[in-house]
């Protein structure tokens, strides 16, 4: 904070210092002790010194007008304009989600708090700034959501605001934009599940997600093997497993969703769900797309749920099948997130890491690497080659390949 606070003195002229004051998540992370990625500010400045200091103007679709620049050591700087610091001040404050997001800091030091926000901070509580919270930006009921994955506990009173109206009509005028900036957080905290699980029990988000709120109702699959019963739980007992190995959002997001083709099951063919891996190849780019995710989500989720499976069918699969999932895998790029969906949503079963890690290295050696002769390739009818590499790449993974290094015995001998 200090090296934030010396740089905005350089940043804006002195004469201006005593109108600035940190705000929002900027304070909160400082009072946790946390690295903060952005700098928010209130200021009572006028238009032409926010330009001479390199700022532009910017109108959101769904918040008030900004100021915003960007700097590569610090991030985005954003400022909220003030008509002053007292009573402008004050409304800012109470206008803002939670208490927590609430309070204000000087340059020289000190902590504007009207709202109490450092006890609330103190004890993990996430309570509303007003009873208009919710009201004023109905995409905030996602961030309390995402801040409870993170460790945060909503107050009675923040439930009760959640709880008091049905939040269909006012939450289909928020951009589905929004909502998944708040997911894909939410995806990296401490308890992801949690934010799905918090969006059950609001009743909140139907609109952008109905795929969660189908889950409930349907099994995951024959009680032998699911004794977790439903499809909601075993999304959840999948994403928990995967969360403790990796921090990456896009790994837990394909955990979650990665049986999204049981979805699409006849009830009448109940508990199974035959054919659910390819299935789920077109519901995931379906939702994804609807989410407006990037492109990598989509392709991502959708080779997760077709080729999950087979990882979890391993030792019953030929060696083409298996080098042809471990090609499409590193093709769609899933080749460590496939491994550990996998893992988690069969983790009694007696599939090697080693195994995988042998059939992905050879999948990716080029003919050379293979030994293959270039010019008896070249000489083969063109419709012949590809199974000929294939049976090349068989042999060495049932052989010819150092199980360590995935390079040629005959490379590693020389």
């Known amino acids: 904070m200090n090296t934030t606070i010396a740089f905005l003195k350089e940043l804006f002229p002195p004469s201006s210092h005593e109108r600035i004051l940190l705000v929002g998540g900027s304070v909160r992370d400082h009072l946790l002790g946390r690295e903060g990625t952005d700098i928010d500010l209130a200021a009572c400045l006028d238009e032409a010194e926010l330009v001479a200091c390199g700022f532009r103007r910017v109108v959101p679709q769904s918040t008030t007008p900004i100021w ?17 610091l007292g009573n402008a001040l004050a409304q800012d404050l ?44 109905p995409l905030r009921i996602f ?11 909503m107050t009675p009173g923040c439930e009760a605001l959640i709880r008091e109206q049905d939040w269909r ?19 990296e905290a401490e308890d992801p599940e949690r934010f799905f699980t918090r969006m059950l029990q609001f009743d909140a988000g139907g609109g952008y997600l109905p795929e969660l709120f189908a889950m409930p109702a349907i099994p ?14 075993h999304a ?8 403790e190995r990796t921090d990456n959002p896009l790994a837990r997001f394909c955990a979650f969703f990665h049986d999204i083709g049981k979805l699409s099951t006849d009830p009448a063919l109940y508990p199974k769900h035959h054919g659910h891996d390819d299935a789920g190849f077109d519901m995931a780019r379906s939702l994804c797309e609807r989410l407006r995710l990037p492109s990598g989500y989509r392709a991502a989720l959708a ?22 999932t471990a090609q499409q895998a590193l093709k769609a790029e899933i080749g460590e ?47 012949n080659r590809p199974d000929f590499i294939l049976q090349k790449r068989i042999d060495m993974l049932r052989g010819g390949c150092d199980g360590k290094t995935g390079r040629p015995r005959k490379l590693e001998e020389a």
């Open 68 to 84: 915003f620049r960007h700097v590569q050591a610090f991030g985005a700087i954003e400022v909220t304009l003030l008509a002053d």
């Open 94 to 137: 109470a206008r803002r989600d939670f208490t927590v997001n609430a309070m204000a800091m000087p340059l020289d030091g000190g902590i504007i708090d009207p709202l109490h926000g450092r006890r609330d901070l103190e004890e993990r509580r996430l309570a509303a700034c007003s009873s208009y919270s919710f009201r004023d930006d």
């Open 143 to 153: 961030r309390a959501f995402r801040f409870e994955a993170d460790g945060w506990r």
């Open 169 to 187: 009509q006012p939450l289909s005028l928020v951009p589905v934009e929004r909502y998944s900036r708040e997911m894909l957080k939410a995806l």
């Open 220 to 233: 995951a699959g024959p009680l032998q093997h699911h004794p977790e019963g439903d499809l909601f739980s």
């Open 236 to 243: 959840v007992q999948v994403l928990q497993r995967v969360a």
């Open 303 to 324: 080779w997760t749920s077709r080729l999950h499976g087979m990882l979890n069918r391993w030792g019953e699969l030929r060696d083409s099948t298996r080098l042809k």
């Open 337 to 383: 997130i496939l491994l550990q969906v996998s893992q988690a949503d069969k983790p009694d079963g007696m599939f090697e890491r080693e195994e995988w890690d042998r059939a992905v290295r050879v999948a990716a050696m080029t003919t050379t690497e293979l030994g293959i002769d270039i010019a008896r390739l070249e000489g083969m009818a063109p419709e």
